[in-house]
Every structure is written in structure tokens, then in C-alpha cells.
């Protein structure tokens, strides 16, 4: 006989489950409470890397119905929930989420509804890459220095490179100018390049 559990999640420690458990309940599902699963965590944090959903992938088998209030109780990225559903899935459980008409995200309607969702996502992703791309290229033009400011002045990095010549150590100097090691090889590196392109 199929199964029936809840996973219920808030972001922060202020906010309570409560409401997704009596949503859940008020469309007619009855869930035993050892098989509703609640957690506190970010929904930028991936279900696979959380603590309670792990728990519940762990009890969950094939023919049992997991319940959702909504998709981004499962993730705000909705590449992580459609690979979250597919796994489910292949394990034979089916994901219900009240929000979207109670629908079985596992069955054909589901996953055209999940393709439609995926595709704006991925949209949305790519306006968001074209404005970012566009956005640097502006700065760029108008003269504005991209990236992380160095944290060598250019007569510490002059002084790096004198002393290497002179045979000092990359941990002597890292420690010196308080960078790592790596920070002195871009230096030396930095030089050797102009002084090829040159």
C-alpha cells in the first residue's frame, strides 16, 4: 500500500512549517507526523545536500506519494527540482504539489509542466547571462577596472620581482607582503608575459 509523506521547508529559524502542513491537510491528505519532514534551510541550498531531505530520500520507496505545498519547497532552482523529481521518480515515488493543482509531477502532465517550467528557467538564465555580459562590456568601455582589486601596490610587485631575481624564497616574500604564494607566482608570471608580448 502507497505510502504518504510531506516535506515541508522554511528558510529561516523565524518562520514554521505549520502552514504547509495544514495546507497539506486541508486538500485532503492524511499524513502520519512521523512521515511529515520539516527542516530549516535555504532554498538555494540543493535537496540532495540537506540533512532532512536525505533523511526522507532514506524512507521514501516505490509507491509512495511525497506531498509539496509548492515547487520551490524542493529548490529555487528548477534545474535541481527537475533533477530532484526525476530521482524520485526512477525510484518510483510520486511528487504531488498542491500549488500546481495537486498534480503528479512524475506523470506525462507533470513533466510537460515540468519542461514548461524548465524552459523559463532556463530563459530567465540566459537574459540574465546577456545582461551581466552587457553590463561588463559598458564598464569596460567606460574605463572601469574589472575584477578584484590587486593586493600588491605596483611598487611591491616591483620589489617582488627584484627580490625573486636575487633568489628570495615565494614563502619568505608571501609571508613579507601578507599574500599567499600564489600571489607572488601572478606577479612573476604577469611580468614574464608582458615582457614576451613585448
Given amino acids: 500500500m502507497a505510502r504518504t509523506f510531506a516535506y515541508c521547508r522554511v528558510s529561516t529559524a523565524d518562520q514554521t512549517a505549520e502552514n504547509q502542513v495544514r495546507e497539506i491537510e486541508a486538500a485532503g491528505f492524511k499524513v502520519e507526523p512521523k512521515r511529515v519532514i520539516t527542516e530549516t534551510v535555504s532554498g538555494s541550498v540543493a535537496a540532495g545536500e540537506r540533512s532532512g531531505f536525505a533523511k526522507l530520500r532514506d524512507k521514501l520507496e516505490s509507491g509512495d506519494v511525497l506531498i509539496v505545498t509548492k515547487l520551490d519547497r524542493l529548490g529555487r532552482n528548477a534545474m535541481d527540482v527537475r533533477a530532484t523529481i526525476e530521482a524520485l521518480a526512477a525510484d518510483g515515488v510520486r511528487v504531488q504539489c498542491l500549488a500546481l493543482g495537486n498534480m503528479d509531477l512524475t ?37 572601469k ?54
Fill in 107 to 143: 506523470s506525462a502532465a507533470g513533466k510537460m509542466t515540468m519542461g514548461v517550467i524548465n524552459a523559463v528557467a532556463e530563459f530567465e538564465r540566459d537574459l540574465l547571462i546577456e545582461r551581466t555580459q552587457s553590463g561588463l562590456a559598458r564598464a569596460k568601455a567606460s574605463g
Fill in 145 to 198: 577596472a574589472l575584477g578584484r582589486p590587486s593586493a600588491l601596490s605596483d611598487k611591491a610587485r616591483q620589489e617582488i620581482i627584484q627580490q625573486r631575481r636575487e633568489g628570495v624564497s615565494l614563502g619568505i616574500l608571501a609571508k613579507h607582503y601578507g599574500v599567499s604564494r600564489a600571489a607572488i607566482q601572478r606577479v612573476e608570471r604577469k611580468v614574464s608575459q608582458t615582457s614576451r608580448d613585448g
